[in-house]
């Protein structure tokens, strides 16, 4: 089991930028594809974005493509996201997430939060208009 910690949350204005981070427990980073949902007050959780078990290959929600950039460090167990141009519809619990590479899953990412096996609690992001 992977254990996943975010950071990086706070209250921003429209227009701002925001670096979530999120530590996941060692020995296993290697062994997992991870991605970043949210989940804004009273809506249900959604995909943000997601990078392949190695890194080369990187999906993202349409809402926020070209303002989001997803990154992982294997050598610091480290999935980050920077977030530009922040709006107030951005608003939510951010959470990273993380499910087993397999064979036919080393290639690849997945938008579906049913995918994903672990989770972190999740970090408050507040877009202030």
């Known amino acids: 089991q992977v254990q996943l910690v975010e950071s990086g949350g706070g209250v921003v204005q429209a227009g701002g930028s925001l670096r979530l981070s999120c530590t996941v427990s060692a020995r296993t980073f290697e062994g997992y594809q991870t991605g970043w949902f949210r989940q804004p007050p009273g809506k249900e959780r959604e995909f943000v974005a997601a990078?392949?078990?190695?890194?080369?290959?990187?999906d993202y929600a349409d809402s926020v493509d070209g303002r989001a950039t997803i990154r992982k460090n294997s050598s610091t167990n480290t999935l980050t996201l920077q977030m530009n141009d922040l709006q107030p519809e951005d608003t939510a619990v951010y959470l990273c997430a993380a499910r087993p590479v397999t064979i036919a899953t080393s290639r690849t990412t997945s938008s579906r939060a049913w995918d994903y096996v672990d989770w972190g609690q999740g970090t408050q992001v507040t877009v202030s208009s």
């Open positions: 990078i392949s078990w190695l890194g080369g290959m990187v």
